[in-house]
């Protein structure tokens, strides 16, 4: 089941208003702007945004407010970045995070 992200406690995810495209290893997605990149991707059934670096294990939503960087992953070409606290904005590429990078 795929949902999506109505409430949030840091970010304001209330005004779902412009639908735009964000691309996610490669396959292009609709995402609201401004909306969690990690709530679109939950609404589009991506749930693994990293993997660790010593047992390339899968990880993905844990706090979503920012604080334990397993949603991180490279967004525009920059790694490490917390998907759950950065907002989604029109072309956005996004891929899924290997390691430190
Ligand atoms: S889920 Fe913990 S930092 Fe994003």
């Given amino acids: 089941m795929c949902v999506r992200v109505e409430q949030h406690c840091i970010l304001d995810v209330d005004k779902k208003e412009k639908k735009v495209k964000i691309t996610v290893d490669g396959k292009e997605i609709e995402a609201y702007e401004g909306e969690p990149i990690l709530a679109a991707l939950l609404a589009s059934g ?3 945004n990293r993997y660790t670096v010593k047992k390339h294990e899968p ?5 979503g407010i920012g604080q334990c960087s397993d949603c ?3 967004v525009d070409g920059k ?3 917390r998907t759950c606290i950065t907002p ?6 996004i891929m899924t995070q290997d390691g430190l990078k």
């Fill in 59 to 63: 990880r993905g939503l844990f706090c």
């Fill in 88 to 93: 989604v904005k029109e072309g956005m590429v």
């Fill in 79 to 81: 790694a490490n970045v």
């Fill in 72 to 74: 991180s992953m490279v």
């Fill in 46 to 48: 991506i749930k693994v």
